[in-house]
């Protein structure tokens, strides 16, 4: 039988670590993808297209084959939208929406010549919500879920399967960073999830194992809220907090 192939970015930390040990677990040879080194990894830009066509042209010339791709690699930009530079915004939507429209093209290309293939966009809450002083990071989540559904209708007759995962908050070092800028404590995210606390990266890398597995087999376009319930709460605070 014929190895399933996984291409990930973002797989030096955080949630693109944990969801590359959970394909490899259910099988897969995983290709990492991101800036710093990483386990069975390449180097390199996912915002860089001859960076892009390097990854493409290893995938292809190794295992001759690609059968998933995790377009998780994403940075966050705290700032209100008025004092939001340019390089800012640019920065934020080369890694958050040119790479994957970048990867999603090339490797997508090598699916659509196999007839398979499964694209698994790694979005946010904050693509289907508005959160304050994010406004670049916001709208690259908003794009992404729309690539993710547009990409559903054109592929899912060529055999390819296009969904995203949308994460609340999860405890990484992205978090970490976050917090250290003193934008919000831990208290500000566990008093609003229903469930009470942080995602860890696992939760998010298991929503991912499930779209990427043929259980998922008549799933396309969907935007999936991995979230704790964040999402679906209109309560007030008070009323939140007494049913705990």
Same mark, same amino acid.
């Given at each position: 039988?014929?190895?399933?192939?996984?291409?990930?970015?973002?797989?030096a930390q955080g949630m693109g670590l944990r969801i590359a040990d959970v394909l490899r677990e259910d099988g897969f040879a995983v290709v990492g993808f991101d800036l710093q080194e990483s386990k069975d990894g390449i180097v390199g830009n996912v915002a860089s297209a001859e960076d892009v066509r390097r990854l493409t042209d290893h995938?292809?010339?190794?295992?001759?084959?690609?059968?998933?791709?995790?377009?998780?690699?994403?940075?966050?930009?705290?700032?209100?939208?008025?004092?939001?530079?340019?390089?800012?915004?640019?920065?934020?939507?080369?890694?958050?929406?040119?790479?994957?429209?970048?990867?999603?093209?090339?490797?997508?290309?090598?699916?659509?010549?196999?007839?398979?293939?499964?694209?698994?966009?790694?979005? !946010?809450?904050?693509?289907?919500?508005?959160?304050?002083?994010?406004?670049?990071?916001?709208?690259?989540?908003?794009?992404?879920?729309?690539?993710?559904?547009?990409?559903?209708?054109?592929?899912?007759?060529?055999?390819?399967?296009?969904?995203?995962?949308?994460?609340?908050?999860?405890?990484?070092?992205?978090?970490?960073? !976050?917090?250290?800028?003193?934008?919000?404590?831990?208290?500000?995210?566990?008093?609003?999830?229903?469930?009470?606390?942080?995602?860890?990266?696992?939760?998010?890398?298991?929503?991912?194992?499930?779209?990427? !597995?043929?259980?998922?087999?008549?799933?396309?376009?969907?935007?999936?809220?991995?979230?704790?319930?964040?999402?679906?709460?209109?309560?007030?605070?008070?009323?939140?907090?007494?049913?705990?």
């Amino acid at each position: 039988m014929t190895q399933r192939v996984a291409v990930v970015t973002g797989t030096a930390q955080g949630m693109g670590l944990r969801i590359a040990d959970v394909l490899r677990e259910d099988g897969f040879a995983v290709v990492g993808f991101d800036l710093q080194e990483s386990k069975d990894g390449i180097v390199g830009n996912v915002a860089s297209a001859e960076d892009v066509r390097r990854l493409t042209d290893h995938v292809v010339d190794t295992h001759g084959r690609v059968d998933v791709l995790v377009n998780n690699a994403g940075i966050a930009g705290i700032v209100p939208f008025e004092e939001t530079t340019l390089d800012q915004w640019e920065r934020i939507m080369a890694v958050n929406l040119t790479g994957p429209f970048l990867l999603t093209q090339a490797l997508g290309k090598v699916m659509l010549e196999q007839g398979s293939g499964c694209v698994v966009n790694i979005a !946010s809450v904050a693509g289907l919500q508005g959160v304050a002083d994010r406004a670049a990071y916001n709208t690259t989540k908003h794009g992404l879920i729309g690539l993710t559904r547009t990409l559903a209708v054109e592929w899912g007759g060529r055999g390819i399967r296009v969904n995203a995962v949308c994460p609340g908050w999860v405890k990484t070092e992205m978090d970490v960073e !976050s917090q250290a800028g003193g934008y919000y404590v831990d208290q500000d995210i566990t008093d609003h999830v229903p469930m009470g606390r942080f995602a860890a990266p696992d939760d998010i890398a298991q929503a991912v194992r499930f779209l990427a !597995s043929d259980n998922a087999r008549y799933v396309n376009g969907v935007a999936l809220p991995v979230d704790g319930g964040w999402t679906a709460d209109g309560s007030w605070q008070k009323l939140r907090l007494s049913k705990r």
